[in-house]
Structure formats: structure tokens, C-alpha cells
């Protein structure tokens, strides 16, 4: 397995852009995590999905963040507009309930550095 | 709620010093523990785990012991290397539902020649 693929793997935007952050989770999970890392706040979990429903969002900073999973194999999540402030390492994870061996483990990309001017 | 709490700042060592990260955590129920480590510009990876009590995870000459008596998870290595050089986190995921985790600020560790 690829593992988990996310896309871009570094976005350089201007402030008040919209940007959109992908992430192909491994086959067969079921969950899958949005989360935010800065060196101020560490990381964060932004928002998770499981069978592509989401199920807590709370961590979301503010309505500028959206995040969508249309099926089992896609993610995104988007911030219109964009400050400097969100200029962070997002990453997105997942995991499956259903691989006794695997007991709530979870799967990271290699992460999006996202660059606001 | 299920927390996690790792020892503050950052660890210097040099190399084939014995390095421990201290790992605590609040849960209910029976949650597995886990450690993961971030190198320098890449996403996290699971060093190992542990899903009971008295369970020794190990893995690349690092180890810790699940001890429910004391809810610690200390990550240790006797003789480190400066590939070692990383940031380190302890996370818990309860026992029922959700796969979430909870995790520690992370350590950065740094080792030097």
C-alpha cells in the first residue's frame, strides 16, 4: 500500500485565497483525521470523519475552514479566505476499526506545509 | 477525558547516552498506548505500541512498558544515535468507539556527536 497521500506537499498562497489541501487515505480504513501543527500550538486535531461522515468538527478554528469527504478514497479540506495566521504543517491520518491488529493505530501523510503572505 | 501528559522541553544527549521520555496518561477503561516519532520534516510514524497492562512495546532498540499501576508509558533506548534525533509523542486511544488518540506535546529530542 501507498500509504497515505496527501497533495500539495507545499502551498505558498497570499492572504484572502482560497486553498484546498487533498488527502487520499490507505484502503479499507474507515476513519480519517485533519490535523494542524505549529511550532505556538503544536498539533491540533482539526476534524474527523468516519465512513466518510463527519463526526466532530470542533476543532475546526472557524467557518473560514471546511472540510469534505465525498467517498472512502478522498478528503479535502479548504480555508477561504486565508490569513497568515493559518500557516501551519496540516496532515491528514486515518485508521480502521475493523483491523483487530491494528487497535485504534493511526496512519499519517507526509504532511501539506501551507505558506500565507 | 483521556489525556496525555509528557515531561516539558526539550532533551540534549550525546551519542550512546541512555535516553527516557517520561509518559503519563488519564484514561477510563483499558486504552492502548502508543508512541510515534516525527523526523525533521516528515509526517508522524508509529515507533510502537502497547494494547494491556504489563505489554513491552519495542521497536529499533526503543522500548516501553505499559504500567497501569503507575498510567505510564516511558519511552526509553540505551544508547542512542544522532539519527535518533527526532520529536516524540505519546498518545492513548480508548478502549470503545471513535479511533481518535490523544496525544502529548512531543519531545524534541537532539543528539548530538
Known amino acids: 500500500d501507498a500509504g497515505v497521500i496527501q497533495s500539495p506537499r507545499h502551498e505558498v498562497t497570499e492572504m484572502g485565497q482560497e486553498v484546498t489541501l487533498r488527502c487520499k487515505p490507505i484502503s479499507g480504513h474507515d476513519y480519517l483525521f485533519w490535523y494542524r501543527q505549529t511550532m505556538m500550538r503544536g498539533l491540533e486535531l482539526l476534524i474527523y470523519f468516519n465512513n466518510n461522515v463527519p463526526i466532530d468538527d470542533s476543532g475546526m478554528p472557524e467557518d473560514r475552514f471546511s472540510a469534505k469527504m465525498p467517498n472512502a478514497s478522498f478528503s479535502t479540506l479548504k480555508i477561504q479566505p486565508s490569513e497568515p495566521r493559518d500557516s501551519a504543517v496540516y496532515f491528514c491520518?486515518?485508521?480502521?476499526?475493523?483491523?483487530?491488529?491494528?487497535?485504534?493505530?493511526?496512519?499519517f501523510g507526509p504532511g501539506t506545509r501551507l505558506t500565507v503572505l | 477525558g483521556n489525556s496525555v501528559t509528557q515531561m516539558e522541553g526539550p532533551v540534549t544527549l550525546s551519542e550512546e547516552a541512555f535516553l527516557t521520555i517520561n509518559c503519563t496518561y488519564t484514561?477510563?477503561?483499558?486504552?492502548?498506548l502508543f508512541w510515534y516519532v516525527q523526523y525533521p520534516g516528515e509526517g508522524l510514524q508509529l515507533l510502537l505500541k502497547a494494547t494491556k497492562a504489563d505489554d513491552k512495546g519495542s521497536n529499533k532498540g526503543f522500548e516501553a512498558t505499559y504500567r497501569k499501576e503507575t498510567t505510564s508509558f516511558h519511552l526509553e533506548k540505551g544508547s542512542v544515535q544522532v539519527s535518533d534525533s527526532a520529536v516524540y509523542f505519546c498518545a492513548l486511544s480508548a478502549t470503545y468507539g471513535n479511533n481518535r488518540l490523544a496525544f502529548g506535546k512531543g519531545n524534541q529530542v537532539v543528539v548530538i556527536p
Open positions: 484514561a477510563t477503561g483499558y486504552p492502548s
Open positions: 491520518a486515518s485508521s480502521s476499526s475493523r483491523l483487530a491488529g491494528e487497535a485504534g493505530e493511526q496512519f
